[in-house]
């Protein structure tokens, strides 16, 4: 999430690189799922369709949709 703040956008993989165990890899996982489910943040499909980039959103957008 403070990756996210600072830029606003990341690719996913990026997001992953200072985990240093398998439940750091699962949480981190887990929590990007919930903040999509609560229109927090955005998945979008790069050329490749292999490294997404995660958006944060405003709480105008959220609002808007």
Do not use: H, Y
């Given at each position: 999430?403070?990756?996210?703040l600072?830029?606003?956008?990341e690719?996913?993989?990026?997001?992953?690189?200072?985990?240093?165990?398998?439940?750091?890899?699962?949480?981190?996982?887990?929590?990007?799922?919930?903040?999509?489910?609560?229109?927090?943040?955005?998945?979008?499909?790069?050329?490749?369709?292999?490294?997404?980039?995660?958006?944060?959103?405003?709480?105008?957008?959220?609002?808007e949709?």
């Amino acid at each position: 999430m403070r990756q996210l703040l600072l830029r606003g956008v990341e690719k996913l993989k990026n997001l992953f690189k200072g985990n240093r165990s398998r439940s750091e890899i699962v949480a981190t996982f887990i929590s990007i799922l919930d903040m999509c489910k609560n229109n927090t943040v955005t998945l979008e499909d790069d050329i490749n369709g292999d490294n997404p980039n995660v958006r944060l959103l405003d709480n105008q957008s959220v609002k808007e949709e």
